[in-house]
């Protein structure tokens, strides 16, 4: 497998997970600001990070990402790939490997 099958697999698995996020109504907290972040991250699942404006980059960064991403795992601090961010978020930001993940 080539880098840009690797890489192609990263971006269905992160639509798959931020689909996840929307469908599961975790993007929806009764805020004013709910509207614009889920419309963003329809954005993204549809045509990419790189399709939005600095200041829609902006509110998807603070309300999407630094919520609901785990870069590291808090069990064995290894890198937790997208296909693995949903149930990480669910187990607390828990990789799917280790035995410290609750979620399995
Ligand atoms: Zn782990």
New binding site residues.
């Given amino acids: 497998m080539g880098m840009s099958d690797k890489g192609a697999n990263q971006l269905k698995d992160k639509r798959v997970f931020l689909r996840d996020l929307i469908d599961h109504g975790y993007l929806e907290h009764g805020r004013p600001n709910d509207r614009v972040a889920i419309r963003i991250t329809r954005q993204v699942i549809a045509r990419g990070e790189a399709s939005l404006s600095p200041n829609q980059k902006r509110v998807f960064k603070r309300e999407v990402l630094d919520v609901f991403v785990t870069v590291e795992?808090k069990?064995?601090g290894?890198n937790v790939p997208w296909s693995e961010m949903y149930p990480a978020f669910l187990s607390g930001g828990?990789?799917a490997?280790?035995s410290?993940?609750l979620y399995r």
Avoid: L, V
């Fill in positions: 795992c069990g064995c290894s828990c990789c490997r280790g410290h993940n």
